[in-house]
């Protein structure tokens, strides 16, 4: 009965979401079937877009015109705000002030971190302001403001001014589209774009079909950025306020402790993986006068827009490895990175900048002194009302084949590419296999699972399998209270951290399919559960005033406790299962 009730629920959503505003960029689109071809009627995207085919003919695949598919922003004629320069030359700082003034206003952001940064400003400044992101929303009463990350920005609602940081994120492979998306469609009279100037001729292209007025305002660095000229040669001059930036988990812990060893610092650590809760901490750890972490070892999760209170940078490395091999850092990712040192209005009014290695020296020297390459192309990616209507053509519901045709017959203008969709194709072809419908499939492939880390491809897998039987997906199937312990190697760090990440996708999937998914909030207990873990264990794995290496205490309970290895069996269940 309880499943029946579950799946009429279900039944009653796919209703509801036939137009859900977080999704879709336009209102729902109809489709008829006359005499075997179709036609689609009525909608005013594609009764635009038939002005662009003489034929008469729809070509779904035709991606030309993207500013065609935000019907409300083009009923406006938008005032829009370059505000472009280098790092720290408070080009958000003064797109926030338009903001704080404004009656009503929307803060898009490419992490959490900023995003949360933003709300905090305006909340503080007596602007309510709510804060949204994919897994989070903390609403305040009467809000006309809200700080997103850039993927749930909202098209459908009207604001008086709009913020998008960091556009030069339009260029970036696989979020690309949704910075084009915030671009093209925030429905605003004012929007204020900050970022790198190598973006500002493309920007002035795609706006210009559009009829918003474009005004340019370059800045200067608030701040001076020196360069050294010599390496940090040996550990022992590390002081407070330095931040040692590397790219892998392994590397953080072994400079942590390295640096730790030598009795003079505590570090602060804050790298992709690890839990934003966890990294809001350990970055508001380091950046408090008072508390004893006084140096940041970071990986490029610091590298956009922060705020922190480092007065040098130092690379370890000027190679990253980027899922496939190792590549040098490119140009405007090293300004990036260097750009946290010496923030204005920071402790360290004078930021430096070296590295480990004196083979690297002229490589960063040369790249701060270089402008960041043009960006010449905007991601862009279809809607789900294209992609519906592509699947409807061609009578199939599997997503792997038709996201892959289409992508193959794509038609863009020069000033757009394509998103990278490797990941969102391994999920769909996942996704396929079970009885779901193409709403569905979509929804599994756009959230935020992490298809290169195997727990969170099971957590994946098993929310989806249990989604399609069942109708509900109850957390407590996976999770039973138990007797996890703060980490105790890097392994069992790895793993929690992945833990959490399956955590986050149930939330993240609480959050659009809320029936299906009801335990939101026994899941987010338990991701703090495992922030507190991990940070337990970031604590423990630091230098002791007594130099004593606490990993061999007895491990501290916590009030409710967690079963990782309950997860493990599962996981290996369904493994079992699936050879
Ligand atoms: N006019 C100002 N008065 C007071 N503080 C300011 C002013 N302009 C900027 N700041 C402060 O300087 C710091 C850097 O400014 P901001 O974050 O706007 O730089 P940015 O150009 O956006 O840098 P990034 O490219 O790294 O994002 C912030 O802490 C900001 O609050
Ligand atoms: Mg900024």
Redesign the pocket.
């Known amino acids: 009965m309880a499943v029946a009730a579950a799946l009429l629920r279900r039944r009653a959503l796919y209703s509801a979401l036939a137009s859900p505003s977080w999704l879709h960029d336009t209102s729902s689109c109809y489709i008829c079937s006359i005499s075997g071809t179709h036609s689609l009627v009525n909608h005013p995207n594609l009764r635009l877009q038939r002005g662009y085919h003489n034929s008469g003919k729809f070509d779904l695949t035709d991606l030309t015109h993207p500013h065609i598919w935000y019907p409300n922003a083009r009923e406006k004629k938008r005032n829009v705000f370059l505000h472009v ?1 280098p ?7 003064n797109a926030l002030k338009r903001l704080e003034a404004s009656t009503s206003g929307v803060y898009c952001g490419p992490l959490r971190l900023l995003a949360r940064e933003v709300a905090q400003r305006l909340n503080k400044a007596n602007v309510p302001c709510n804060l949204i992101t994919g897994q989070e929303r903390e609403e305040i009463e009467g809000a006309k403001h809200s700080s997103v990350t850039v993927e749930m920005a909202d098209m459908t609602t009207e604001y008086q001014c709009a913020v998008i940081d960091e556009i030069q994120m339009v260029g970036c492979r696989s979020r690309g589209f949704s910075f084009t998306r915030a671009l093209l469609g925030l429905c605003s009279d004012e929007l204020h774009v ?1 970022g790198d100037p190598a973006v500002v001729p493309l920007i002035q292209r795609i706006l210009e079909p559009t009829g918003d007025v474009v005004t340019v305002q370059y ?1 200067e660095r ?1 701040s001076p950025l020196v360069p050294l000229k010599t390496t940090l040669g040996s550990f022992s001059n590390i002081k407070a306020g330095d931040c040692v930036v590397t790219f892998s988990r392994r590397s953080i812990y072994m400079l942590k402790r390295r640096i730790e060893m030598g009795g003079k610092h505590l570090c602060s650590v804050v790298y992709g993986s690890l839990p934003p809760e966890t990294r809001t901490k350990q970055a508001t750890m380091f950046n408090d006068q008072d508390s004893n972490l006084n140096v940041l070892v970071a990986s490029d999760a610091i590298g956009m ?1 922060l ?1 922190l209170n480092i007065s040098r940078i130092i690379f370890s490395t000027l190679e990253k490895f980027d899922g496939i091999c190792n590549r040098e850092l490119t140009v405007a990712e090293i300004k990036q990175i260097a ?1 946290r040192a010496g ?3 920071s402790k360290f009014p004078v930021g430096e900048v070296t590295c480990l290695n004196s083979d690297h020296l002229p490589l960063l020297h040369s790249a701060l002194k270089s402008p960041s390459p043009i960006i010449e192309r905007a991601g862009l990616f279809p809607t789900f009302d294209v992609l519906s209507l592509y699947s409807r053509l061609h009578g199939t519901d599997f997503f792997q084949p038709i996201l892959e045709r289409f992508l193959d017959k794509a038609k863009l203008s020069p000033d757009y590419f394509i998103a990278d969709c490797e990941d969102m194709l391994k999920v769909a072809a996942i996704v396929d296999e079970l009885p779901l419908g193409l709403y569905d499939k979509y929804l599994f492939c756009l959230s935020p699972v992490d298809i290169r880390d195997d727990i969170s491809t099971k957590g994946l897998i098993q929310f989806a399998e249990n989604y399609a039987k069942k109708g509900i997906v109850r957390l407590k199937e996976i999770f039973t209270p138990g007797t996890l312990q703060v980490p105790k190697s890097h392994n069992q760090l790895k793993e929690l951290e992945s833990i959490h990440k399956v955590l986050e996708l149930y939330v993240w999937l609480s959050f659009r399919l809320e029936d299906s998914y009801p335990d939101r909030e026994l899941a987010a207990s338990q991701k703090s559960i495992c922030s507190m873990l991990i940070e337990e264990y970031l604590e423990r794995s630091g230098w002791q005033q007594n130099g004593r290496k606490d990993f061999l205490q007895k491990p501290k309970r916590l009030h409710q406790e967690y079963d990782a290895s309950q997860l493990r069996k599962y996981f290996q269940e369904i493994d079992v299962r699936s050879k």
């Open positions: 320069g790092t720290n030359s408070g080009k958000t700082h900050c800045y608030l827009g705020n750009g923030r204005y209005g």
